[in-house]
C-alpha cells in the first residue's frame, strides 16, 4: 500500500510539474492553453491599430491608413466595415453605447454612433495616442508627445491634464474595479498606474509594473559583468482581464501582469512585426488579440477580457 | 595542437548543507547497488562509439583560419567544418555547431565529434549532419593566440546575452558554410553545442532564435553570473515555452565560485526546463569543470537529441 501511495504521489507530481504553485499566482500555466498558439484572423490591411471588444461576441479594429477606418470581425471570422472613422490609434465603446475614437492626425477626440453613423466631435485641439473610457463616462487619453495624460469628462466638456512627466505614455488601460489607472510608456521600462479620484484626479503615481527589454548588445561597455539591457520597451496598447491581469503591446512581445504588479509572463510575437495592440475580445472575450502592421492574429487564452463601459 | 579542458584547480568540495539531495540520493543508491567500487570523483572514460573503427566510414574535417568577422569587429578565429562521408549535395544535411570548437573537432582529444558522429551516421542513430566547430575570437591587436581558451574575445562573445552571437553565427558563418553545402533551413534540424561558457552561449543562441535552433546540448553549462546569465531560470519560468529540446549536464563538484555555484545553477535550469514542460534531459553525475562525463556520455547524448529524426525527417 506505501508503495502504491508512494507511486501515486510520484506519478501525480511528474504529471503535474505545477503542484507547487501557490493558489494566488496567475502563471503562464493559468493563461495559455496547451495547443493554442497564434492564428492570423485578419490580413493584407494597411495598418492596423485600437483592437477593440464590444458588449457581443465581434472583434473591433482600425486601419488606419483605409478611408473606411473601422471594421469588425465576426465570431465566424467575416471581416466587415463597421463605421468610418479614418486614422484611428485608439477606441473604446462608451456606456453611452457610441465608439469613441482617437484621432490623432485630426487632433481630436470623436464619438460614433455606431446604429446612425452619425459622428460627433468630443474634444479638438489634442494630441491622442490611445484612451480608455470607465463606466462613469470619464475619458482618459494619452497625448503621447507632450508626456501627458488627459481627462475628458464628455457630459460637461472639462479637459485637463491629469498626469505629465511619463517619457512617452501610450497604452492605456483601468484595472477591473476601475479604481486604478494603467498608462505604458514606450520609452521606457515601467507601466505607471494611478489612483482614479472621483473628479476624475489622478493620484499615488507608481511605477507598479516593470516591462522586460532585450539586452543591449550594442551599447554596454564589453568588460562590465551584468548585460545592459534596453531602457525603451516599446509599451504599446494595453488589455486587463476581469481577474485583474494587465496586458501590454511590447518590442519583446505580449507582457501580461498581475493585479499586484508582478510579471506573470511573456508572450511570444505572432510574427516578426512589432505588435502595437492588445485586447481580449471575440465569444466569451476569450480571445486574445494583437494588432501587428497589415496583420491582426489571436489565441485562446484562459481568460475573459474586462470592458469598463457598463 | 592539445586538447585541455579548461580545468579549473577545485576550490572545495560543497558544504553539506549544499550538497543536492537527488545527487545524495543517487550516491547512495549507487553505494548500494555496487558496494565493492570505490569510485574516484569525475572518474569518466570514452566508451566505443568514441573510438575509431575499421569498418565505419570516415567524414572529411576542413580546417578554415582567420575568419574576420563584421560582428565582432577586429577579431580573428579559426574555424572547422566536418563533412560526413554519407553527405549527398542533393539533399540538405543538418547541421550542428560547436562552440570552443577547437575541444570539439580533434580525432584524439576529450569529444572526438567526427568519430562519433562517423558511427552514429553509420548506425543510422542520427541524421547526416555538417559539423561547425568554430573557436572564440581573439583580437588582432592583442597578437598571436598560442592557446585557444585564451582567445580575448570568448567571455564578451559567450557569456553575454542577446542576440548578438546568433548574429555573428547566423549571419556570417552559415552563409559561408552554406555556399559549399546544402544545409537545411529547417531549426528542428540544426542544433548547437557548447561547454560551460560555450554552453550558455549555446543556449542563448536558440534562446534568441528558435526560428534557426532548437537542439542544444550544454556541459557544464554557465548558467551564472559571469555577464548575466544567471536570470534564464527565471527568464525560462516567465516565457511562453519555445520549441527547443535541450540537454543539460552537470557535476556535483562543478565550480563554486564569486560568479554562482554550477551545480545549483544546472539544477535550476534543469527545473525550470521542467516547470515549463520543455522536452528537456538533466544528467548530474559527480564531475568537475571538466568536458569528461559530457564526453563520456556524447554518443548517447546525440541518439536523445536526434531522436525520432527518421520520423519527423529531421
Redesign the interface.
Given at each position: 500500500m506505501k508503495r502504491f501511495l508512494l507511486f501515486c504521489a510520484t506519478a501525480a507530481l511528474s504529471i503535474c510539474?505545477?503542484a507547487q504553485d501557490l493558489a494566488g499566482d496567475l502563471?503562464?500555466h493559468r493563461l495559455?492553453i496547451p495547443g493554442e498558439e497564434w492564428q492570423l484572423v485578419v490580413d493584407k490591411q494597411g495598418f492596423v491599430d485600437a483592437p477593440c471588444a464590444g458588449d457581443d461576441d465581434n472583434f473591433y479594429f482600425s486601419d488606419m491608413r483605409s478611408e473606411q477606418g473601422v471594421f469588425r470581425v465576426t465570431p465566424d471570422g467575416k471581416v466587415e466595415p463597421f463605421v468610418k472613422a479614418k486614422g484611428v490609434s485608439g477606441m473604446k465603446f462608451a456606456p453611452d453605447g457610441r465608439l469613441y475614437c482617437a484621432q490623432g492626425g485630426q487632433k481630436r477626440i470623436i464619438a460614433v454612433d455606431p446604429k446612425t453613423g452619425e459622428t460627433s466631435v468630443l474634444a479638438t485641439n489634442v494630441q491622442p495616442n490611445d484612451l480608455v473610457v470607465a463606466r462613469n463616462g470619464h475619458v482618459y487619453f494619452t497625448e503621447t508627445g507632450k508626456k501627458q495624460v488627459t481627462l475628458l469628462i464628455p457630459k460637461t466638456g472639462e479637459l485637463r491634464a491629469v498626469d505629465i512627466g511619463i517619457t512617452a505614455p501610450n497604452g492605456i488601460t483601468l484595472s477591473t474595479s476601475q479604481g486604478t489607472l494603467a498608462v505604458s510608456d514606450y520609452r521606457g521600462i515601467h507601466v505607471w498606474t494611478f489612483r482614479v479620484e472621483e473628479n476624475g484626479d489622478l493620484t499615488a503615481k507608481m511605477p507598479y509594473m516593470t516591462m522586460r527589454t532585450?539586452?543591449?548588445?550594442?551599447s554596454s561597455d564589453?568588460r562590465?559583468?551584468?548585460?545592459g539591457y534596453k531602457t525603451a520597451s516599446g509599451g504599446d496598447g494595453m488589455a486587463t482581464d476581469t481577474r485583474g491581469r494587465f496586458y501590454v503591446a511590447t518590442t519583446m512581445?505580449v507582457q501580461v501582469f498581475d493585479p499586484t504588479g508582478r510579471?506573470?509572463?511573456?508572450?511570444?510575437k505572432p510574427s516578426d512585426k512589432a505588435i502595437t495592440s492588445v485586447t481580449l475580445a471575440g465569444p466569451k472575450h476569450g480571445f486574445l488579440y494583437v494588432t501587428a502592421a497589415d496583420k491582426i492574429f489571436r489565441r485562446k487564452v484562459q481568460g475573459e477580457g474586462a470592458i469598463f463601459f457598463k | 595542437m592539445t586538447f585541455n579542458s579548461p580545468l579549473r584547480p577545485l576550490r572545495s568540495a560543497l558544504g553539506p548543507g549544499h550538497f543536492p539531495i537527488c545527487a545524495a540520493l543517487l550516491v547512495f543508491i549507487a553505494a548500494l547497488l555496487c558496494p565493492r567500487t570505490a569510485h574516484a570523483i569525475d572518474d569518466y572514460k570514452l566508451g566505443p562509439l568514441s573510438m575509431e573503427q575499421a569498418d565505419v566510414p570516415k567524414g572529411r574535417v576542413i580546417a578554415h583560419t582567420n575568419f574576420a568577422s563584421k560582428v565582432f569587429t577586429n577579431t580573428t578565429r579559426d574555424w572547422w567544418v566536418y563533412v560526413p562521408a554519407q553527405y549527398d549535395a542533393k539533399k540538405p544535411a543538418n547541421v550542428m555547431v560547436f562552440q570552443d570548437g577547437h575541444d570539439y573537432v580533434g580525432l584524439k582529444g576529450a569529444w572526438r565529434v567526427p568519430t562519433v558522429f562517423d558511427a552514429l551516421i553509420h548506425r543510422g542513430d542520427m541524421p547526416v549532419t555538417i559539423g561547425i566547430f568554430i573557436n572564440p575570437g581573439h583580437e588582432v591587436s592583442r597578437g598571436m593566440l598560442t592557446n585557444a581558451w585564451r582567445a580575448s574575445n570568448r567571455s564578451v562573445e559567450y557569456d553575454s546575452l542577446g542576440d548578438r552571437y546568433s548574429r555573428f553565427l547566423i549571419g556570417e558563418i552559415l552563409p559561408v558554410v552554406a555556399k559549399d553545402y546544402n544545409l537545411t533551413t529547417n531549426a528542428d534540424g540544426r542544433a548547437i553545442c557548447g561547454a560551460s561558457s560555450g554552453a550558455i552561449c549555446a543556449f542563448t543562441v536558440a534562446w534568441e532564435r528558435p526560428d534557426q535552433f532548437r537542439k542544444v546540448l550544454s556541459t557544464i553549462g554557465s548558467f551564472t553570473d559571469l555577464r548575466g546569465g544567471n536570470v534564464y531560470p527565471y527568464l525560462i519560468r516567465k516565457t511562453e515555452r519555445k520549441p527547443l529540446r535541450v540537454f543539460l549536464q552537470d557535476g556535483a563538484n562543478d565550480l563554486d565560485n564569486p560568479f554562482g555555484n554550477w551545480p545549483l545553477a544546472n539544477q535550476m535550469m534543469a527545473a525550470s526546463l521542467r516547470y515549463m514542460d520543455y522536452d528537456y534531459r538533466f544528467v548530474f553525475g559527480d564531475g568537475q569543470h571538466s568536458s569528461k562525463h559530457g564526453a563520456s556520455i556524447f554518443p548517447e547524448t546525440c541518439q536523445w537529441l536526434w531522436r525520432g529524426w527518421k520520423e519527423n525527417g529531421r
Amino acid at each position: 500500500m506505501k508503495r502504491f501511495l508512494l507511486f501515486c504521489a510520484t506519478a501525480a507530481l511528474s504529471i503535474c510539474s505545477q503542484a507547487q504553485d501557490l493558489a494566488g499566482d496567475l502563471t503562464l500555466h493559468r493563461l495559455l492553453i496547451p495547443g493554442e498558439e497564434w492564428q492570423l484572423v485578419v490580413d493584407k490591411q494597411g495598418f492596423v491599430d485600437a483592437p477593440c471588444a464590444g458588449d457581443d461576441d465581434n472583434f473591433y479594429f482600425s486601419d488606419m491608413r483605409s478611408e473606411q477606418g473601422v471594421f469588425r470581425v465576426t465570431p465566424d471570422g467575416k471581416v466587415e466595415p463597421f463605421v468610418k472613422a479614418k486614422g484611428v490609434s485608439g477606441m473604446k465603446f462608451a456606456p453611452d453605447g457610441r465608439l469613441y475614437c482617437a484621432q490623432g492626425g485630426q487632433k481630436r477626440i470623436i464619438a460614433v454612433d455606431p446604429k446612425t453613423g452619425e459622428t460627433s466631435v468630443l474634444a479638438t485641439n489634442v494630441q491622442p495616442n490611445d484612451l480608455v473610457v470607465a463606466r462613469n463616462g470619464h475619458v482618459y487619453f494619452t497625448e503621447t508627445g507632450k508626456k501627458q495624460v488627459t481627462l475628458l469628462i464628455p457630459k460637461t466638456g472639462e479637459l485637463r491634464a491629469v498626469d505629465i512627466g511619463i517619457t512617452a505614455p501610450n497604452g492605456i488601460t483601468l484595472s477591473t474595479s476601475q479604481g486604478t489607472l494603467a498608462v505604458s510608456d514606450y520609452r521606457g521600462i515601467h507601466v505607471w498606474t494611478f489612483r482614479v479620484e472621483e473628479n476624475g484626479d489622478l493620484t499615488a503615481k507608481m511605477p507598479y509594473m516593470t516591462m522586460r527589454t532585450a539586452p543591449d548588445t550594442e551599447s554596454s561597455d564589453k568588460r562590465m559583468r551584468a548585460p545592459g539591457y534596453k531602457t525603451a520597451s516599446g509599451g504599446d496598447g494595453m488589455a486587463t482581464d476581469t481577474r485583474g491581469r494587465f496586458y501590454v503591446a511590447t518590442t519583446m512581445g505580449v507582457q501580461v501582469f498581475d493585479p499586484t504588479g508582478r510579471e506573470c509572463g511573456l508572450l511570444t510575437k505572432p510574427s516578426d512585426k512589432a505588435i502595437t495592440s492588445v485586447t481580449l475580445a471575440g465569444p466569451k472575450h476569450g480571445f486574445l488579440y494583437v494588432t501587428a502592421a497589415d496583420k491582426i492574429f489571436r489565441r485562446k487564452v484562459q481568460g475573459e477580457g474586462a470592458i469598463f463601459f457598463k | 595542437m592539445t586538447f585541455n579542458s579548461p580545468l579549473r584547480p577545485l576550490r572545495s568540495a560543497l558544504g553539506p548543507g549544499h550538497f543536492p539531495i537527488c545527487a545524495a540520493l543517487l550516491v547512495f543508491i549507487a553505494a548500494l547497488l555496487c558496494p565493492r567500487t570505490a569510485h574516484a570523483i569525475d572518474d569518466y572514460k570514452l566508451g566505443p562509439l568514441s573510438m575509431e573503427q575499421a569498418d565505419v566510414p570516415k567524414g572529411r574535417v576542413i580546417a578554415h583560419t582567420n575568419f574576420a568577422s563584421k560582428v565582432f569587429t577586429n577579431t580573428t578565429r579559426d574555424w572547422w567544418v566536418y563533412v560526413p562521408a554519407q553527405y549527398d549535395a542533393k539533399k540538405p544535411a543538418n547541421v550542428m555547431v560547436f562552440q570552443d570548437g577547437h575541444d570539439y573537432v580533434g580525432l584524439k582529444g576529450a569529444w572526438r565529434v567526427p568519430t562519433v558522429f562517423d558511427a552514429l551516421i553509420h548506425r543510422g542513430d542520427m541524421p547526416v549532419t555538417i559539423g561547425i566547430f568554430i573557436n572564440p575570437g581573439h583580437e588582432v591587436s592583442r597578437g598571436m593566440l598560442t592557446n585557444a581558451w585564451r582567445a580575448s574575445n570568448r567571455s564578451v562573445e559567450y557569456d553575454s546575452l542577446g542576440d548578438r552571437y546568433s548574429r555573428f553565427l547566423i549571419g556570417e558563418i552559415l552563409p559561408v558554410v552554406a555556399k559549399d553545402y546544402n544545409l537545411t533551413t529547417n531549426a528542428d534540424g540544426r542544433a548547437i553545442c557548447g561547454a560551460s561558457s560555450g554552453a550558455i552561449c549555446a543556449f542563448t543562441v536558440a534562446w534568441e532564435r528558435p526560428d534557426q535552433f532548437r537542439k542544444v546540448l550544454s556541459t557544464i553549462g554557465s548558467f551564472t553570473d559571469l555577464r548575466g546569465g544567471n536570470v534564464y531560470p527565471y527568464l525560462i519560468r516567465k516565457t511562453e515555452r519555445k520549441p527547443l529540446r535541450v540537454f543539460l549536464q552537470d557535476g556535483a563538484n562543478d565550480l563554486d565560485n564569486p560568479f554562482g555555484n554550477w551545480p545549483l545553477a544546472n539544477q535550476m535550469m534543469a527545473a525550470s526546463l521542467r516547470y515549463m514542460d520543455y522536452d528537456y534531459r538533466f544528467v548530474f553525475g559527480d564531475g568537475q569543470h571538466s568536458s569528461k562525463h559530457g564526453a563520456s556520455i556524447f554518443p548517447e547524448t546525440c541518439q536523445w537529441l536526434w531522436r525520432g529524426w527518421k520520423e519527423n525527417g529531421r
